[in-house]
């Protein structure tokens, strides 16, 4: 008798886990675009499953009480407790984690020399360039060029005009040197590598890391003490800070000169 109630508790214990752990069936939602979620991972205590191309899942075993969770890359955690079953499909909706990208500087850095040597490709003929000389405004010519002038081979090497004459395409080319496009574009572009030349170790970042200088104070204290090619191919590292450092001080005094003047008058 013991064991025939002994074997209805059991049965009767089955019955009740069986009627309150149940299969659930859901779906993954973008809270925000209410798109599908693929590849979410939900769990209970009791089951593990992964939701598929349109979002949807099945756990097994989910009873009254169980927490459900749900992960996923890029989504915040969700978590729900299951009240009661239902029997039709369960929508849970997962709100996106908002991304805070830290601040990146970025700065362009050139390379002087590869831009040195891209702009002497590129403009080969016009660094090459070189105005006419006074020799160039002289044409030598052979002592039997007139063969048909027996006269002149008798008289050839008395006489310079026979020997050389006047290029005057060069002498007007010397007269105007200074004017010429290509004098004018040489000089352009050698000015730019100069400047690109200094810009290297006489940097804006330098010169602020060194000064605390800023925006137009900055720009106005570099075009200020912008040093010459020459001065800088002669200075170390240390001398190029030495130069900044004393050029700042300069720069200090003669602010403070400006305004007791501004104040004089």
């Known amino acids: 008798m013991k064991t025939l109630k002994?074997?209805?508790?059991?049965?009767?214990?089955?019955?009740?886990?069986?009627?309150?752990?149940?299969?659930?069936?859901?779906?993954?939602?973008?809270?925000?675009?209410?798109?599908?979620?693929?590849?979410a991972f939900i769990n209970t205590p009791a089951s593990k499953s992964i939701s598929n191309a349109e979002g949807k899942f099945l756990l097994a075993n989910v009873k009254p009480g169980d927490t459900l969770r749900i992960t996923s890359i890029g989504y915040k955690p969700f978590k729900l407790i299951v009240s009661f079953l239902k029997f039709d499909t369960l929508r849970c909706y997962i709100e996106p984690a908002a991304t805070v990208l830290s601040e990146v500087k970025i700065r362009a850095r050139r390379n002087a020399r590869a831009d040195s040597l891209r702009n002497r490709k590129e403009f080969a003929s016009v660094f090459a360039y070189h105005s006419s000389t006074i020799k160039d405004a002289f044409i030598a010519r052979p002592a039997d060029l007139d063969f048909g002038k027996p006269g002149n081979h008798i008289n050839a090497d008395k006489s310079t005009a026979t020997i050389l004459s006047i290029n005057l395409l060069s002498v007007i080319d010397m007269l105007n040197k200074n004017k010429a496009p290509q004098s004018k574009l040489q000089k352009i572009l050698l000015k730019d590598e100069e400047d690109e030349y200094v810009d290297r170790f006489f940097s804006p970042e330098k010169v602020s890391s060194i000064t605390n200088l800023k925006g137009d104070s900055l720009q106005n204290f570099m075009n200020q003490y912008h040093p010459e090619i020459k001065k800088v191919k002669k200075m170390s590292d240390y001398d190029m800070i030495s130069y900044i450092k004393k050029s700042y001080a300069e720069y200090l005094k003669s602010g403070s000169r400006q305004t007791a003047l501004l104040f004089a008058k």
């Not at 059991?10 to 979620?37: C, E, H």
């Open 6 to 39: 002994l074997t209805s508790t059991v049965i009767l214990m089955l019955l009740s886990i069986n009627l309150f752990a149940q299969r659930v069936k859901g779906i993954v939602i973008d809270k925000t675009t209410y798109l599908p979620v693929a590849n």
